[in-house]
């Protein structure tokens, strides 16, 4: 396990290096990450490729037991090549070409800007391949970020139509399947083709109301777009692997920021790894992504960036600084959530650019502060952990399905204002966490059948296959929740003729009636039957009622005119069970319908209660189990064993009673 920083050595004296690798040696820190913005420097000038300036260093720090991860630098290409070449740059949604002078500011698609990348990874992998204090190589970073998945450009837009053409044979047969004959969008050949000029990026401006595009046609130019970024990277990761064998990947950004398809872009690398920065401050640290990680390599995944602390920030406003404690427990979280590799963003705090006084582990003046001795204090930990980390795993009950084309569906044709694909789905998670369920959060292609309870939020877009598998599932005894807007569309994105949930109304044993979005003065109150008796509380998000067809219906409208009509239903299936919630719950309900599911699924409980601001990792050990103990609150926790656990950090025997610090963390070995 290797605990480490970003770190940029192409800003620096020689007195600072010497001074920053000193003090990462005092801290315990592993590696360092570097070179991802560095082309001018690896590359000053075309073909004069150059790493006299980053030897010594990597040298530097490898004398000093600290190793490197290479970047290659591909994010930014240099002022040399952009005035040389400017059609490599990238165009949005607008038409507003990205000038140099930022990051990012390239196309993905442009041959001449592959070929570029392509050598300057090549060069990289060339020289580093068999350093030994080289150990992995990251591509690129941070691909699609910040607004620049989705080019514009000529050539864009003749490989969207090459593409099209590839997928459908035919413009007829396009025409057909994309219902191109509404509003008369009917199209005569491949070339009246455009890319959709709305994106459904983070942050991008909107060219033209998007209702008025094709939404077949959108959800295609994502697969495109996700496609051709995942294309451009592999074109890096053969080109290094030409030289090595050491691990190749690249930093993905949170779950989903960038819409890239993210089970697949890392298929052809080593491991996922991913980008994280959750506040510090307040709240508890959302393990959801750790939970999605772990599912999309189905292996420990890597934190390339992870939060390092508070200031200035990079957008607009600075950022709080991280409650005491809350940094060292936030790395050990992340170690025990499944990652075996979490460097901090960044180092030292930086004088100049875009990022200048942002959040780092030590200040500008170079003096350690307490951020400095929470990274030390988990890094010292880490050593005692590491071994048991490693050699343990998670065996989870529950699986949570997340799917990228259900996320861009639902952002081309958002279904309520305030609702929110992802976290939707994450709010269900959060729920079974505090249940004490153990969740893997894994793609639709995912093998289901070790799971007991499976569920799937709002899966708008459903393959047939996936479908089957489901039925599957259930029929050989699994217990399945699948929340409204089930199987409504087809991957082609058109609503399918049929009633809902479309090709699953036997699994369900319902079918779907009216539906409509929840606003304000539309909120109803549902009544659920729960082993606690009557559970009631508000709806939100999205209504659906229910026609039982075999189904018990176990929640129902309590008021409205709805008034008992069923919004919650379960039906046997073969020797499974198969739940419909027709509509988002609060809390409670939520917190009631969850409890009843888990129970019915037989999900093995904690053998200690999860409380308010606690979270509990289960891995097994052996024949052992390993509870990783999270307590987020900035109070003490007491905790009821009610049995003898080995207190892995210091050795000790715990029993009946342990009290867990604020911000503190335990790991207890039964
Ligand atoms: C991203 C980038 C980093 C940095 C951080 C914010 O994650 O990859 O280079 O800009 O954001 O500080
Ligand atoms: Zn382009």
Redesign the pocket.
């Known amino acids: 396990m290797k605990y480490g920083v970003s770190y940029y050595p192409e800003h620096k004296s020689q007195a600072e290096i010497d001074h920053d690798i000193a003090l990462m040696k005092e801290a315990g820190i592993d590696f360092v990450r570097m070179g991802e913005f560095a082309w001018c420097k690896f590359e000053p000038v075309e073909g004069n490729y150059d790493f006299t300036w980053l030897d010594p260093v990597i040298e530097q720090l490898g004398t000093n037991g600290i190793l490197t991860i290479l970047c290659t630098p591909t994010a930014c290409p240099p002022a040399w090549l952009v005035e040389q070449h400017p059609e490599i740059l990238y165009v949005d949604n607008r038409g507003v070409t990205r000038p140099f002078g930022g990051r990012r500011h390239y196309c993905y698609n442009n041959r001449i800007y592959q070929e570029y990348s392509r050598k300057i990874a090549d060069a990289i992998g060339a020289h580093y391949g068999n350093n030994p204090y080289v150990f992995a190589f990251q591509i690129d970073?941070?691909l699609a970020?910040e607004g620049t998945g989705r080019c514009h450009c000529q050539v864009c837009r003749e490989k969207f139509q090459n593409w099209l053409e590839h997928k459908y044979g035919s413009i007829g047969e396009l025409n057909r399947r994309m219902g191109t004959i509404f509003w008369g969008q009917t199209y005569d050949h491949f070339g009246q083709i455009h890319p959709p000029v709305n994106s459904i990026e983070v942050n991008t401006m909107q060219a033209i109301p998007a209702y008025f595009e094709n939404p077949s046609l959108r959800l295609d130019f994502e697969r495109f777009c996700s496609e051709s970024n995942i294309e451009y990277q592999n074109i890096q990761r053969a080109a290094i692997k030409a030289h090595t064998d050491k691990i190749v990947t690249t930093?993905a950004?949170g779950v989903a920021t960038n819409s890239i398809d993210y089970y697949k872009a890392f298929h052809e690398l080593d491991n996922y790894a991913f980008?994280y920065y959750p506040s510090l401050r307040d709240v508890e640290i959302s393990s959801f992504p750790y939970a999605h990680a772990r599912g999309v390599c189905n292996k420990d995944f890597w934190l390339l960036?992870f939060q390092s602390g508070g200031g200035h920030g990079?957008w607009g406003s600075g950022r709080l600084q991280p409650y005491p404690g809350a940094l060292r427990q936030a790395a050990i979280h992340a170690f025990a959530a499944g990652a075996d590799l979490v460097a901090h963003?960044q180092f030292r705090t930086f004088p100049f650019g875009a990022?200048q006084l942002?959040y780092a582990v030590v200040d500008i003046d170079g003096i350690p502060r307490r951020r400095f001795y929470e990274v030390q204090a988990a890094a010292r930990d880490l050593k005692k952990l590491g071994g048991i980390l490693k050699n343990s795993r998670f065996d989870n009950e529950v699986a949570l399905c997340f799917d990228y084309e259900a996320l861009w569906a639902l952002k081309i044709k958002p279904i309520a204002k305030d609702f929110n694909y992802l976290k939707f789905c994450s709010e269900i998670y959060q729920q079974l966490i505090k249940l004490g369920a153990g969740v893997d959060v894994v793609s639709f292609n995912h093998d289901l059948h070790k799971y007991k309870v499976v569920i799937v939020p709002a899966p708008i877009i459903m393959s047939d296959e996936f479908k089957r598998r489901l039925k599957h599932y259930v029929y050989n005894g699994g217990v399945l929740l699948s929340t409204f807007l089930a199987g409504i569309k087809n991957p082609d994105n058109l609503g399918i003729v049929q009633s809902l949930p479309c090709g699953l109304t036997d699994v369900f044993g319902i079918r779907v009636g009216e539906v409509e979005p929840v606003v304000d003065r539309t909120t109803a109150t549902v009544s659920l039957a729960t082993d606690a008796g009557r559970v009631q509380g508000a709806n939100k998000y999205w209504t659906e009622t229910l026609e039982p067809n075999g189904a018990e219906i176990i929640g129902v409208y309590a008021d409205t005119f709805r008034e008992g009509l069923g919004v919650i239903s379960r039906n046997d299936f073969g020797n499974g069970a198969a739940y419909y919630l027709g509509t988002g719950l609060e809390p409670t309900l939520l917190t009631g319908l969850v409890k009843r599911i888990l129970k019915d699924g037989d999900v093995t409980p904690l053998p200690f209660a999860v409380q308010e601001g606690m979270e509990v990792f289960v891995r097994k050990y052996n024949h052992q189990n390993l509870y990783c103990i999270f307590n987020f609150r900035k109070e003490p926790v007491t905790i009821e064993l009610g049995q003898d656990y080995n207190d892995v950090l210091n050795g000790a025997t715990v029993s009946e009673q342990v009290v867990l610090d604020p911000k503190g963390y335990l790991f207890l070995l039964d």
């Open positions: 970073n941070e970020q930093n950004t980008d960036e990079l963003f990022e942002n």
